[in-house]
């Protein structure tokens, strides 16, 4: 079955980068699009951007850009979304959900927790 | 950026009931709307795409309508578990942007 597995929970200071994975299985992960989407405590998701698996084109954020970075490697079948100059505000939820374009399964998220 | 506002903000039913939730964009996104399910401790979970079309595995008692500016998701006859968080998400060029959510409660 279509599965997206992420990365265990994280715990950053504040000017750190984190990076989380999303490891797919269960479909030809180079045949869609990745995204990346956020969640903070009570607020409603956010999406932070994506990439096509295939051709590794990207598109993020206005409100990430310059901090996110998202990439793969086709050779594992994983995704990878990294951000930087962290702060406490960034402490979330951090989901991988598949997409062609409509975000259809999604991976159980990792809390990354941005604190001194 | 698209703005999406969504009504009412909390909505109170019974098992058994008929709701109605709205999704409105602040500019035309054609048919490019899809409503999810949220429940406590999980992700999102897709319940339609493309303004009306149902999602794999989703019971038919959950249904879209609309294009362009407004949308709605209708629960025909409210289960138990269907008592959750729904957020709209509106995908128009490529960015995406989600409502505030409609919170289903008993």
């Known amino acids: 079955q279509v599965q997206l597995v992420q990365s265990g929970a994280e715990v950053k200071k504040p000017g750190a980068s984190v990076k989380v994975s999303c490891k797919a299985s269960?479909?030809?992960?180079?045949?869609?699009?990745m995204y990346w989407v956020r969640q903070a405590p009570g607020q409603r998701p956010e999406w932070m951007g994506w990439?096509?698996?295939?051709?590794?084109?990207?598109k993020y954020s206005q409100r990430f850009q310059g901090r996110v970075t998202i990439t793969r490697d086709t050779s594992a079948n994983t995704a990878y979304m990294e951000l930087s100059s962290l702060r406490s505000e960034d402490t979330a939820v951090y989901y991988c959900?598949?997409?062609?374009?409509?975000?259809?399964?999604w991976g159980k998220g990792t809390t990354v927790t941005v604190s001194s | 950026e698209t703005i999406l506002t969504q009504s009412p903000a909390t909505l109170f039913r019974s098992p058994g009931d008929r709701a109605t939730l709205s999704c409105r964009a602040s500019?035309?996104?054609?048919?490019?709307l899809a409503w999810y399910q949220q429940k406590p401790g999980q992700a999102p979970r897709l319940l339609i795409y493309?303004?009306?079309k149902r999602a794999t595995g989703i019971p038919a008692r959950f249904s879209g309508s609309g294009s362009g500016t407004d949308f709605t998701l209708t629960i025909s006859s409210l289960e138990p578990e269907d008592f959750a968080v729904y957020y709209c998400?509106?995908?128009?060029?490529?960015?995406?942007?989600f409502g505030p959510g409609t919170t289903m409660g008993i």
């Open positions: 959900a598949r997409g062609l374009p409509n975000m259809d399964v």
């Open positions: 269960g479909y030809s992960f180079s045949s869609y699009v």
């Open positions: 990439i096509h698996a295939g051709s590794g084109d990207t």
């Open positions: 500019q035309s996104v054609r048919r490019n």
């Open positions: 493309d303004a009306s």
């Open positions: 998400l509106q995908g128009n060029n490529g960015v995406f942007t």
